[in-house]
């Protein structure tokens, strides 16, 4: 995974990932040397350096020949996150008691963007129940992110509760097969590139449905028993004509 982009998905703009990575190779620099190397206006670094700083990412340095700002150590990253998550485990119990329950059950839940679908994934190896799922692996690792998708198979398949996987074949599908060759879990292959861009996954009462697209992913998650029983049948029928 790139490092500009894993940092984004922690949540950091893109202009402050930018600047403080072109700091950190150059060392040490002013606002002007950041600028031409990041290839931002001087004004928006002149920004972006100020809200980086109030984070604990740069710090400013007066030295003979002049002022420069310093790069403080990518462990600061993890710092921060460790102290957002002190401040979420504070604030958790007033927001569940702000929490109204309702009685009705939401029809979907609805998810775009990259980290979002990532949510997905999370509620899939978080559930108890056996799991069904039918994609291509390999355009769901060209469409969201390899290491992301490689990490949900690896987790997946390291359950104890059984997985059916149904997709195209490619070499990381070899490996899986490997992975799960002796357990409950399997897979089999199908060659229908009408069904690449879309992958379904059930579990429990729930179908979740990625639409896989190379401008922005969007995700949505289903809890209806009746959709749950109908793409089951739909996703058998398809596994018994599939390869093992």
């Known amino acids: 995974m790139q490092i500009q982009r894993a940092l984004e998905q922690l949540g950091y703009p893109h202009n402050e990932i930018k600047v403080y990575l072109t700091l950190l190779r150059l060392g040490e ?3 002007s040397d950041m600028s031409r190397a990041a290839d931002l206006p001087r004004s928006t670094t002149q920004l972006v350096v100020e809200a980086l700083q109030k984070k604990g990412l740069l710090s400013h340095c007066v030295k003979p020949q002049g002022s420069v700002w310093l790069a403080e150590s990518p462990s600061r990253f993890l710092i921060n996150l460790q102290e957002k998550e002190v401040l979420l485990h504070k604030l958790l119990p007033e927001l ?8 009705l059950k939401p029809l979907f839940r609805y998810f775009t963007g990259l980290t979002n679908v990532q949510h997905i994934f999370d509620e899939v190896l978080n559930s108890k129940y056996p799991v069904q799922i039918m994609g291509s692996v390999l355009h769901m690792s060209q469409y969201l992110d390899d290491t992301m998708v490689e990490d949900f198979f690896h987790a997946l398949f390291a359950r104890e509760v059984p997985t059916q996987l149904l997709t195209s074949d490619c070499d990381f599908v070899n490996v899986l097969k490997d992975i799960v060759h002796g357990t409950q879990h399997r897979i089999r292959v199908y060659e229908d590139e009408r069904l690449h861009r879309v992958v379904y996954i059930m579990f429990d009462d729930h179908v979740a449905l ?4 190379p401008k922005e992913s969007i995700g949505i998650i289903f809890e ?8 089951t049948l739909f996703f058998k029928r398809l596994w018994d004509d599939a390869n093992a």
């Open 29 to 31: 620099g002013t606002v």
């Open 210 to 213: 990625i639409l896989l697209s």
């Open 96 to 103: 569940q008691a702000l929490k109204h329950e309702s009685k």
């Open 224 to 231: 209806d028993n009746g959709l749950a029983e109908s793409s």
